[in-house]
């Protein structure tokens, strides 16, 4: 018997890995065939999406969603790494700042703007990692790029010696490094600044509502079916449409949009399918 398929909405704690997560899902379900959507930094907690056995092949497709997180940048000083685990430097006295002198230089990072990656990101330069080469002394410049920052609300300040806190409320597209948000920041009152704490309260759909603790038992799976309407349109087929999507064939049937979960008579989510002028083709067969 095949292990099941599905996804599991982790609510992931401080100081762990995405990967060190999914080594001990893997562990807690018997399974290798284990990823996750959308990398958490150690630091970061919140909502990790993780598919398991045929649900990673979602798994792309999930992490594209838009994202919701709660952000603490510190004013004040700056880091190699934009964030608290790099080496931390001080540049001015930010505690005397007000939160409408805060709320003014956010301005330009709201709606869509082009945004710089910080130089300890994944995109890779010249075939190697930009962290890999950040981390090995080598300058990294890396180019800037458009994405949309839907939300980015100060909640509060409050200082200390020589520096300023700034909770916010940030909802932004895929690919938007709120670390970034922390250092340009910093840069445009001329203070330095970077972040000290993140957590991710939604991808999509999916919210902590949804996740749950890694403990001692397996979690429950939710089914692919389930994922899918969290995530895509989805349409349900039929018997002789199933047999067809089964071995990866064009239907006649248009489909809203791409991706389109298909679901056959039995519930299941058996692909993802993908509009063109003569009907759908697939995306990603499940079965």
Same mark, same amino acid.
């Given at each position: 018997?095949?292990?099941?398929?599905?996804?599991?909405?982790?609510?992931?704690?401080?100081?762990?890995?995405?990967?060190?997560?999914?080594?001990?899902?893997?562990?807690?379900?018997?399974?290798?065939?284990?990823?996750?959507?959308?990398?958490?930094?150690?630091?970061?907690?919140?909502?990790?999406?993780?598919?398991?056995?045929?649900?990673?092949?979602?798994?792309?497709?999930?992490?594209?969603?838009?994202?919701?997180?709660?952000?603490?940048?510190?004013?004040?000083?700056?880091?190699?790494?934009?964030?608290?685990?790099?080496?931390?430097?001080?540049?001015?006295?930010?505690?005397?700042?007000?939160?409408?002198?805060?709320?003014?230089?956010?301005?330009?990072?709201?709606?869509?703007?082009?945004?710089?990656?910080?130089?300890?990101?994944?995109?890779?330069?010249?075939?190697?990692?930009?962290?890999? %080469?950040?981390?090995?002394?080598?300058?990294?410049?890396?180019?800037?790029?458009?994405?949309?920052?839907?939300?980015?609300?100060?909640?509060?300040?409050?200082?200390?010696?020589?520096?300023?806190?700034?909770?916010?409320?940030?909802?932004?597209?895929?690919?938007?490094?709120?670390?970034?948000?922390?250092?340009?920041?910093?840069?445009?009152?001329?203070?330095?600044?970077?972040?000290?704490?993140?957590?991710?309260?939604?991808?999509?759909?999916?919210?902590?509502?949804?996740?749950?603790?890694?403990?001692?038992?397996?979690?429950?799976?939710?089914?692919?079916?389930?994922?899918?309407?969290?995530?895509?349109?989805?349409?349900?087929?039929?018997?002789?449409?199933?047999?067809?999507?089964?071995?990866?064939?064009?239907?006649?049937?248009?489909?809203?949009?791409?991706?389109?979960?298909?679901?056959?008579?039995?519930?299941? %989510?058996?692909?993802?399918?993908?509009?063109?002028?003569?009907?759908?083709?697939?995306?990603?067969?499940?079965?």
């Amino acid at each position: 018997m095949s292990s099941p398929s599905g996804v599991v909405i982790v609510d992931k704690p401080s100081a762990v890995t995405s990967h060190q997560v999914v080594g001990k899902l893997r562990r807690l379900l018997g399974t290798r065939k284990i990823g996750h959507a959308g990398t958490l930094d150690p630091m970061a907690t919140g909502v990790l999406i993780l598919g398991v056995n045929r649900a990673t092949r979602l798994l792309g497709h999930l992490a594209l969603h838009d994202k919701r997180y709660l952000a603490t940048a510190r004013l004040g000083l700056s880091s190699t790494t934009d964030d608290a685990d790099g080496e931390i430097m001080p540049v001015a006295d930010a505690s005397a700042l007000t939160v409408e002198a805060v709320d003014a230089a956010l301005a330009p990072q709201r709606g869509d703007i082009l945004q710089v990656p910080t130089s300890v990101s994944a995109i890779k330069v010249g075939g190697k990692r930009a962290y890999a %080469l950040a981390r090995a002394g080598e300058s990294v410049e890396l180019k800037a790029r458009p994405v949309t920052i839907s939300r980015l609300d100060v909640l509060a300040v409050h200082g200390g010696d020589g520096w300023l806190d700034v909770d916010l409320d940030v909802e932004c597209s895929s690919g938007t490094y709120v670390r970034a948000i922390a250092r340009d920041l910093g840069a445009a009152l001329g203070v330095g600044g970077h972040l000290t704490a993140l957590r991710r309260t939604r991808i999509g759909n999916y919210s902590l509502d949804d996740a749950v603790t890694l403990g001692d038992e397996p979690p429950v799976l939710m089914d692919m079916a389930q994922a899918a309407r969290l995530s895509f349109p989805v349409l349900e087929v039929t018997e002789e449409e199933a047999t067809d999507i089964g071995y990866g064939r064009p239907i006649a049937r248009p489909v809203p949009s791409a991706p389109t979960g298909m679901i056959a008579p039995d519930g299941a %989510l058996i692909a993802l399918y993908e509009p063109t002028e003569a009907g759908s083709r697939p995306l990603a067969v499940l079965t």
